[in-house]
């Protein structure tokens, strides 16, 4: 065999394989749970404030890259702990959320605030966060402890000035009309 027909082989092997890989990748990527998903299924803020339970509120986007990387963790804990806190989730790029995202100061996302049964605001991080630390945050809310990693700040996305029109049959929100 000559150089070049080595050359050429070895070239179409790493292509092979390159491909396989993103291949791969793409479809462990994509098997997690979405954020679209999660947003159809989480539950109302007005629900979470009046129904006595502890809430966890998410505030993200669909392009940010810490929002989506977090997904699957947060998926998990609404799994388990579903039945004892809310888990509600707020897209920044909404208007109709605005009045939230200026209360709690949201500037980057993901951005977690706890409220207690009454509803009230006792802790927040910002950022990615590890399922550990989300976690224990989320046992002390249930336990009425202090929440043991507030304000924390991990990786964000910067939260842009964009105006984007809500729209009242987006599973984003839930089922509520947009204001006049």
Known sequence: MTPAKIRNALLAVVAIALSAAVYLG???????ISLEAQAQRAIPLATALDNGRPTLVEFYADWCTSCQAMAPDLAELKKNYGGSVNFAMLNVDN????????RYR???????????DTGTAIAESIGEQPLRVLEQNITALVAHEPIPYANVTGQTSVVENRTIEADPTSPRSHGNPRPS
């Open 26 to 32: 793409f479809q462990t990527q994509t098997q997690g």
């Open 95 to 102: 208007n109709k959320w605005l009045p939230e995202v200026l």
């Open 106 to 116: 949201v500037d980057g996302i993901p951005h977690f605030v706890y409220l207690d």
